[in-house]
Nanobody, 116 residues
Framework: QVQLVESGGGLVQAGGSLRLSCAASGTIFGINLMGWYRQAPGKQRELVADITSTGSTNYADSVKGRFTISRDNAKNAVYLQMNSLKPDDTAVYYC??????????WGQGTQVTVSS
């Protein structure tokens, strides 16, 4: 089992920045992909960005150039730096990790609210 603890959400004005953090603990051996998803009210959960253990990244088109994902393998942590935030970025953000290519774990979610 892997436990995920997220932090860093909050309320910010449009154009502002936030940094989300997610720390993994438990059976961390074999964690390969780490990422962030979000779910806005009435919408499906969607991928925001993910990063492999070797640092390859993938971003949703809607956040490219504004968000940056990074990870610290020594700390078993993944981060999401969010700049130039827009009201459309308002959602609950979830940390996600995949272990051994088959196990999938989710954090509890952290609310990000961007006011116009």
């Amino acid at each position: 089992q892997v436990q995920l603890v997220e932090s860093g959400g909050g309320l910010v004005q449009a154009g502002g920045s936030l940094r989300l953090s997610c720390a993994a603990s438990g059976t961390i051996f074999g964690i390969n992909l780490m990422g962030w998803y979000r779910q806005a009210p009435g919408k499906q959960r969607e991928l925001v960005a993910d990063i492999t253990s070797t640092g390859s990244t993938n971003y949703a088109d809607s956040v490219k150039g504004r968000f940056t994902i990074s990870r610290d393998n020594a700390k078993n942590a993944v981060y999401l730096q969010m700049n130039s935030l827009k009201p459309d970025d308002t959602a609950v953000y979830y940390c996600n990790v995949r272990r051994l290519g088959i196990e999938n774990y989710w954090g509890q979610g952290t609310q990000v609210t961007v006011s116009s």
